[in-house]
């Protein structure tokens, strides 16, 4: 038996299949971008192939992130909350605690025996998420993948008062036309976004085991950042993308297992890699 | 079926197209008065035959206009209102009744009165906690309401009158919690989002049309065949303004809302007006203490030098206790409006309470506009994962 999560999140799509063992058959990550999020039955295609596997081999799937609705061949939706809670708890049995900080939002999440008891979220606004990093290398000049190695060169850190995207980028080019340094500046937006979301961890209430996951954990000046603002240790996957459609994909297989032992309806439907459809797109 | 004359087809006609009655009226020869917050005691409108209008925002308008008066970083709630004010929507009042609930009322108040010119505007200055002294002060300042009032319409507000007024607005306030009764069984006879349409029409009709109104809506519920769908979860929604189907729809779409308790909700009917011998005393007592807006200063004892959190917390929110044991309710939103600085700080306190007594609860802030409704529907599945386990 095969399952599959399929995590839709506003910036990477990620898919991950697996079978009955959780073995990892084929993980997918691709840029969402305005054209690919109507495009989750191509992300899914590729899946396929790189495992070998034809649609209906898949016993179950379940689609999360912002982009969950936009998935017709998913048998059901489950927020991104609950996967990665469930996704970290797979690799990371003991963990308590989890830090996602992704492309548009960063999330706080209390987990207990794999499941969401609790979470935070960023207000409705990019600080405080990877929009901040990626606004700011641009006016920097500077590929988004570098910022975390130039940041872990800086002498001294920067501060940066403004914790808004959009005021901190002006303050980067006040600190550029003083002549700042660059790997300082850089250590300092680290720092800024570090400790906006630390605060958010703190409202939740932070126990170990600690981890950090979403697109942001990738960078080694972030993580480093978010250990000295949090002042505890922090465990991160060796995939920090894919933890949701990781805990999607063993979801899937968990309620599917739980209805065939219980002799259930399965919570599966017919399906075929059929392309989302918008109301923008019928009326045209 | 859909007789749009009746019932909740009518509700949700005059939902959709509110301004329409109040203009008939108008036309008819009536004096339609405008007021923004539900702490204007509208018996003392309906006493002298005035028509009270309540002045929505509508969060599909894009605010503009009001950028002109007021800063961008304010009440987005008050902003909405006075722009559509400022956009000419509320052209056919004859008047305006503003009142210190809060200071963004206070504020926008002065600029629709600089910006507007209605034949009537009063401010009426609320104090901001429930003590002897500021019941007694609230009384005078609803006395010299009378007299503009008086002064205004030519007319005597005498206390047959009043009273007469106040036991339409006590039946109002009847119904409308006899309609909330229906939230009770499981699946609710009724959804949170009909109710919406319901109590905003209400808001827009004379008193007496807004009792058939409601008459009508209670008997159709209540012979109703085709039930509502039951969904895992019964909801209370603690806000300042949820007013608005769109946003209801969003908490809808996994969970019965049973209970609403914000301005568009059952807060302004949960008590009565009790008569007594200067009919305002009545109405200054209700309208400071009955109505549980954040905008007001309780705690448990005056004079305490030693503070009790958990008595404190119960005499503040104890009511909601009764109202999650009575409707069955499993789970808690406090929904707030950005910048609503006295929701915002007594939501930590809240949250403690709910804690206290065991429910879950979540708190989801939006900023009165119908944009990015993704993120708030991500929060509520979220919170309605963590409850269904």
Known sequence: MYFAGVDIGSTMTKVVLID????????????????????????????????????DDISCIVATGYGRLNVPFADRQITELSCHSRGVSSLFPKVRTAIDIGGQDAKCMKINNGKLTNFVMNDKCAAGTGRFLEVTAATLGVRLEDMGDIALKA?????????????????????????????????????????????????????????????????????????????????????????????????????YLKALAKGEALPTKPRQLEKATFFSQEKR | MSDKSKGLSKAREIYLNRSQRAKELKAAGQTIIGYPCVYVPLEMLTALDLVPYQTCGDIREPVTEADRALPSSFCPVMRNCLDCALKNKNDFLDGMVTIHSCDPQEKTARV??????????????????????????????????RKTLETFTGRKLSKDKLESAVKFHNRQRALVRELYELTKPSPPQISGTEIIQVLKALTSLPVVEGNDLLTEVISEVKNRTNGLEEKPARLLIWSSTLDDTDIM??????????????????????????????????????????????????????????????RDLQSRFGYLKDIIREWKINGAIMLLVRYCDPFAFEMPSLKDYFDSIGVPSTYIEYDYTIGAMAPIRTRIEAFLETIDQ
């Open chain 1, 20 to 55: 009955e063992s959780d073995n990892l058959l084929s993980t997918i990550k691709g840029p969402t971008g305005p054209e690919h999020r109507q495009l989750a039955n191509e992300v899914m295609s590729q899946s396929l192939e790189q495992a070998a596997l034809r649609i």
């Open chain 2, 112 to 145: 629709w009165e600089s910006y507007t010119n209605y034949p009537y505007f009063h401010f009426i200055d609320m104090p901001i906690t429930v003590r002897p002294e500021a019941l007694e002060y609230f009384r005078n300042q609803l006395n010299d309401f």
């Open chain 1, 155 to 255: 002498t001294k850190k920067i501060q940066i008062s403004n914790l808004c995207t959009i005021f901190a980028q002006q303050e980067v080019v006040g600190l550029l036309s003083r002549g700042e340094n660059l790997e300082n500046i850089v250590a300092g937006l680290h720092d800024a976004l570090a400790s906006r979301v630390a605060a958010l961890a703190r409202r939740l209430g932070i126990e170990p085991d600690l981890v950090l996951t979403g697109g942001v954990a990738k960078n080694k000046g972030m993580v480093m950042a978010m250990k000295e603002s949090l002042g505890c240790e922090l465990l991160v996957p060796e995939e920090p993308l894919l933890t949701g459609a990781l805990g999607a994909a063993i979801l899937a297989k968990e309620m």
């Open chain 2, 249 to 310: 729809q969003v908490f809808e779409a996994k969970a019965n809302v049973v209970m609403n308790e914000s301005c568009g909700g059952i807060r302004a009917y949960r008590s009565k007006v009790n008569f007594t011998d200067d009919p305002l005393e009545g109405l200054a007592d209700y309208y400071l203490k009955e109505i549980t807006c954040a905008r007001t200063f309780r705690q448990a004892t005056l004079g305490e030098t030693r503070k009790d959190y958990a």
